[in-house]
């Protein structure tokens, strides 16, 4: 096999990264890896290590040391392509970006006194498993220190989606993409191409794992099922620390089954904040730089007292009143933002977290609570009053379904025909009648009636 490096880190190894994009660098490179030369004159191009920010926004700024641009104070940081573990330049002078470089761009930037702000822009189908949960984490950890705001544009999936829902906030371009919150492991088979070319490859090893996944023989199902349990495992953690970022239900996020969404419908879904562009984000957060000039007094300083004059007389003819102009409104440090964003992002957690409880033990309307929750405005106790109007709504619908479909009442049985036989209650009562009449007993008058033998 050419190029083992390259394999290894295609086959048999758990990614994070959408598997349409993994198909299709398999398709272009499979084959190239199993025999041909491998060629990467179709992917070659610049050594940079991301495709520039330029790309995505009309502002220009000027690239620090660390890589990153920086425009009206605000680091510009891009992720773009396939993305591992570490950064590094393979044999075809092709750079791949690692966690580890976006991670220190990140707190390089939020370090820097001259920055007040980080918009990172993602456009990458994921990548491995290697660093990703880590990475997330590092990004995670930097929440409050400084407005930090990630966009997909246009691809956010997998790995990518891991790293950036753990910023402040995720926002999507209008045709962008988000999700693919799964994971993927590729095996491939050559034992039926070999044995047609006469090839036959015998393992020696040592330790029954030593060459579990290899691809000379058929996948055995006692691997295939550890590789699905470490799948699995990936899996939960990946639902966990989506969970931890944006809020939402680890049911929420398992039911997305690995889809992709786009523009509004990840919004819809919970997955986004919002949608924007690129430009839009980057002056938001430009706007948010503290004035380094005086502003001068503000409207609500130089505005008159009741009754009082510019010059500090009364209009009643009094005492002058010495008026003191009012302190210029202060415009909020960085720590008062970040803390307010903090704040705002933790206040809708809670609110999010507080309306899908309230379906614990009334099954059935999570559709419903999914949809309240992720409106960004519906409180716990109007969540509680629809779903007790849902649930309501069901029983009654329920019962009504019911009483349509039970069956008609049955009509009384019509009474036995007068035979003119007397009865056991009417030969009993008749013999009492006899009995008391004729001083006797009443087996007697049973007897003399002709009852009882």
Same mark, same amino acid.
């Not at 498993?129 to 705001?149: C, N, Q, S, T, W």
């Not at 090839?199 to 699905?228: C, M, S």
């Given at each position: ?40 004159? !179709? ?11 330029? !790309? ?47 991670? !220190? ?114 996948? $055995? ?88 004059? !510019? ?16 302190? $210029? ?86 009474? $036995? ?37």
């Amino acid at each position: 096999m050419n190029y083992p490096h390259l394999a290894a880190r295609l086959f048999n190894t758990p990614l994070l990264v959408h598997p349409q994009k993994l198909d299709a660098i398999i398709a272009g490179l499979g084959p190239r890896l199993l025999g041909a030369e491998l060629d990467f004159s !179709m992917l070659r191009g610049s050594e940079e290590p991301a495709i520039p920010a330029e !790309m995505f926004t009309t502002r220009r700024g000027k690239r620090g040391d660390a890589g990153y641009q920086v425009i009206d104070g605000v680091a510009v940081i891009s992720a773009s392509g396939a993305l591992v573990h570490r950064s590094r330049m393979d044999g075809a002078s092709n750079f791949l970006l690692g966690y580890n470089q976006l991670a !220190m761009q990140l707190e390089d930037a939020m370090d820097n006194p001259e920055l007040h702000a980080v918009l990172q822009i993602i456009d990458s189908p994921g990548g491995e498993v290697a660093g990703a949960f880590e990475y997330g984490d590092r990004i995670h950890a930097l929440r409050g220190k400084k407005p930090m705001v990630c966009i997909a544009d246009s691809m956010a999936a997998s790995a990518a989606f891991l790293g950036g829902s753990a910023f402040d906030e995720l926002a999507i371009s209008q045709t962008g993409y988000a999700g693919s919150i799964g994971v993927v492991m590729r095996h491939v088979d050559l034992s039926g191409a070999l044995e047609k070319e006469g090839v036959r490859v015998t393992h020696i090893y040592a330790g029954d794992h030593k060459v579990d996944g290899n691809p000379y023989e058929a996948l $055995p199902k006692a691997v295939r099922a550890d590789f699905q349990e470490e799948i699995d495992s990936l899996y939960g953690l990946f639902v966990g620390a989506v969970a931890r970022n944006t809020g939402m239900s680890p049911k929420a996020i398992r039911a997305t089954q690995a889809a992709v969404y786009r523009g509004q419908t990840a919004v819809d879904v919970g997955l986004a904040s919002r949608v924007a562009t690129t430009d839009q984000l980057l002056s938001e957060l430009t706007a948010q730089r503290a004035r380094s000039y005086p502003v001068g007094q503000t409207a609500r300083a130089t505005a008159n007292d009741k009754g009082v004059t !510019m010059s500090g007389t009364t209009t009643q003819g009094g005492q002058p009143a010495t008026q003191t102009p009012a302190a $210029p409104d202060a415009a909020p440090t960085q720590e008062q933002l970040a803390a307010a964003r903090a704040e705002g992002a933790a206040a809708e957690r809670e609110r999010i977290q507080a309306v899908l409880a309230v379906g614990e033990g009334l099954p059935g309307h999570e559709k419903l609570l999914s949809a309240l929750a992720y409106d960004g405005k519906t409180t716990p106790e109007l969540a509680s009053m629809a779903v007790l109007k849902a649930e309501k709504d069901a029983r009654a619908a329920a019962i009504a379904a019911h009483a349509a479909d039970a069956p008609s009442a049955a009509k009384p049985s019509a009474a $036995p025909p007068d035979t003119g036989e007397k009865t056991k209650a009417q030969q009993v009562a008749e013999a009492q009648a006899y009995a008391t009449e004729h001083n006797t007993d009443l087996v007697t008058a049973l007897k003399k009636l002709g009852y009882a033998s």
